[in-house]
Nanobody, 115 residues
Framework: QVQLVESGGGLVQPGGSLTLSCAAS????????MRWYRQVPGKDREWITT???????NYADSVKGRFTISKDNAKNTVYLQMNSLRPEDTAVYYC?????????WGQGTRVTVSS
């Protein structure tokens, strides 16, 4: 069983930055991929970014150039660096770990972008 714990959410002004962390109970190097998603009330969960076991990354167009995913295998932690934040980035952000054939989810951390 994999447990994921997100942290780092909070209130930030438009144009500001925030870094989210996702600490995993297992060895993240063994995971096929780790991803970040976000969800706004009343909407489907939106995929944001993926980092593979081999550290290849991919981003949704809505965050490309502003967000960066990275990982520290030694700390079993994945990060989401978010820059140039906009009010429309306000959401609950979820960490996901894919260990074939299973998906694991964290409990989410709330990010609010507002002046």
């Amino acid at each position: 069983q994999v447990q994921l714990v997100e942290s780092g959410g909070g209130l930030v002004q438009p144009g500001g930055s925030l870094t989210l962390s996702c600490a995993a109970s297992g060895n993240i190097f063994s995971f096929n991929a780790m991803r970040w998603y976000r969800q706004v009330p009343g909407k489907d969960r939106e995929w944001i970014t993926t980092i593979t076991r081999g550290s290849r990354t991919n981003y949704a167009d809505s965050v490309k150039g502003r967000f960066t995913i990275s990982k520290d295998n030694a700390k079993n932690t994945v990060y989401l660096q978010m820059n140039s934040l906009r009010p429309e980035d306000t959401a609950v952000y979820y960490c996901n770990a894919y260990l074939s054939p299973y998906d694991y989810w964290g409990q989410g951390t709330r990010v609010t972008v507002s002046s």
